[in-house]
């Protein structure tokens, strides 16, 4: 994935059936390393070669740092569930944002010009690289500020960390994991990611992409190493309320996670972003990897390397992708409309409590919309960065009806539990029909939670963005006995 990038002005760039589980009598890239055209690869690695001290350098100040982060908060959450389905602690301000269609990647985020230039190409999310060790490309441009100007203009952010690199494959020059230290290793970089996107305004609930580049696949001890180094990775951000992905390569590392998708020994990620050069954008039938696997929006595909493309007039030199996959979450200002104070709820609905009130055209910062009771001519409610929610009624949205662009609809993705799969019902309880299936290891995108019939510990039921309902006994939510926070309830 890795290469050199740049921006020229131009005058004139579905899952199987499984047996399903809700009752209480069922028990359960390659081809990524790359540089831009024009740059000689012996230059290109030079410059490696004289900044590899550099990096080191920066490589102990990030671990000491990363490791220090972790000390500190670690009354986050609690230790993480089992593996592999880690539960993600979804702070009270957190959101998950998804993206459906195309998407490119670039080495250097453009400048914001570029991405207004680009509103007349087919894209509407961009891959950026965060941070990561073996990050090759500056980032001038990816700032708090740049960040926030491409969310106005209704993009989404996929974020992108090259952190440590399998000790059999990749560049020479990158730094390697090292296979006595790869759990810690996995979670120092998981650390830095959190620190990294949080500096450019990224939220918990986003999702951050570990690109694992190459590797001989013959070398049992490597193969342990990156997934060790992954699943560490998957269980910090998870500890820490955010969602994991890895970039692979298709016939490469994206089979050895597919390998031990159901093992007892290494936390599963929620998504995988496969690089496989072939030219077809299809999320399914991928060699190696069943349908039934990450097949929930959990999936990315780079399917044409670097090239250049021309939209608006400025040209850049991209990957093309194809995601329905979890991206990066950020908040939105608007404004308070209302002639009085408005009051924010700990729920979407004026009957929850007051826990703040915000002046007549006060900011807000949004990052998500969630249905509620009806306030005027809406019945949607806006859900703040601290956590607490405002009726649309009275916020300087678009739409004074509806769900407004490009606000998400608040979600908190979990893990299916049940390996054999869970069953979608139409209501919650098991005596309303089957009207789904969700595979083991699926996302459940769940938006609030109500009482139904008792599955095992629990008589929560978990409505999912689909509009269908599962038995929570099933998902890997914070609580197997009751309501979860932060998923609001029904």
């Known amino acids: 994935m890795t290469r050199f990038s740049s921006v020229t002005s131009s005058a004139g760039p579905g899952p199987s059936e499984r047996p399903s589980q809700d009752t209480p009598s069922e028990r359960l890239r390659w081809g990524a390393e790359r540089f831009h055209v024009g740059v000689p690869r012996s230059t290109a690695f030079l410059g490696d070669v004289m900044f590899r001290k550099q990096r080191r350098h920066r490589l102990a100040v990030l671990s000491v740092a990363a490791l220090c982060s972790i000390t500190a908060s670690a009354a986050l959450a609690p230790p993480a569930a089992a593996e592999p389905h880690t539960t993600v602690a979804f702070p009270s301000g957190a959101t998950a944002t998804r993206y459906t269609g195309l998407a490119f990647d670039t080495c250097t985020a453009p400048p914001l010009s570029a991405v207004k230039a680009w509103n007349a190409s087919p894209y509407r999310a961009l891959g950026v690289y965060i941070g990561g060790v073996n990050r090759t490309c500056a980032q001038p441009e990816l700032t708090a500020g740049w960040v926030a ?11 992108i960390y090259k952190g440590l690199q399998p000790p059999c494959g990749a560049r020479p020059t990158d730094e390697k994991i090292d296979p ?11 650390a830095d990611a959190v620190a990294q996107a949080t500096a450019r305004g990224m939220l918990p609930g986003s999702a951050f992409y570990n690109d694992i580049e190459h590797y001989d696949t ?16 998957t269980r ?6 955010y969602l994991s992905g890895v970039y692979m390569n298709l016939n490469n590392g994206a089979k050895h996670l597919s390998d031990v998708y159901t093992s007892t020994s290494f936390a599963r990620p929620d998504a995988l972003w496969v690089a496989r050069y072939d030219g077809a954008d299809s999320l399914k039938g991928w060699a190696g990897v069943s349908d039934s696997k990450w097949a929930v929006h959990q999936r ?17 030199n991209i990957d093309n992708d194809r995601l329905d996959a979890p991206v990066a979450t950020v908040a939105h200002p608007y404004k308070v409309t209302s002639t009085t104070p408005l009051n924010a709820r700990s729920g979407p609905s004026t009957s929850y409590g007051s826990v703040k009130s915000y002046p007549a055209g006060a900011s807000l910062s949004v990052v998500c919309q969630a249905p509620g009771s009806k306030v005027g001519t809406t019945s949607v409610w806006n859900k703040l960065a601290d956590g607490s929610y405002v009726t649309d009624r009275y916020v300087s949205t678009p739409s004074d009806t509806g769900y407004s662009a490009p606000l998400p609809r608040c979600a908190y993705p979990y893990q299916v539990k049940a390996a054999g799969g869970l069953s979608e019902r139409s209501g919650p309880g098991t005596t309303y029909a089957v009207v789904g299936n969700s595979p083991g290891g699926a996302l459940a995108w769940t938006t609030c939670q109500r009482p139904g019939t008792k599955v095992g510990t629990t008589p929560v039921w978990d409505r999912l963005d689909n509009g269908h309902y599962v038995s929570d006994n099933y998902v890997a939510t914070p609580s197997s006995t009751t309501y979860s926070k932060p998923v609001p309830r029904c």
């Open 218 to 233: 013959t070398v049992s001890s490597c193969r342990t190493a990156v997934l060790t180094y992954l699943s560490a990775w």
């Open 300 to 316: 990315a595909k780079q399917y044409r390397g670097s090239h250049d493309e021309t939209y608006g007039g400025v040209t850049l």
């Open 149 to 159: 100007g491409v969310s106005s203009l209704k993009w989404r952010l996929l974020p």
């Open 236 to 241: 910090e951000l998870h500890r820490r309320g």
């Open 180 to 190: 006595a230290r790869a759990a810690s290793q996995g979670t120092a970089a998981a």
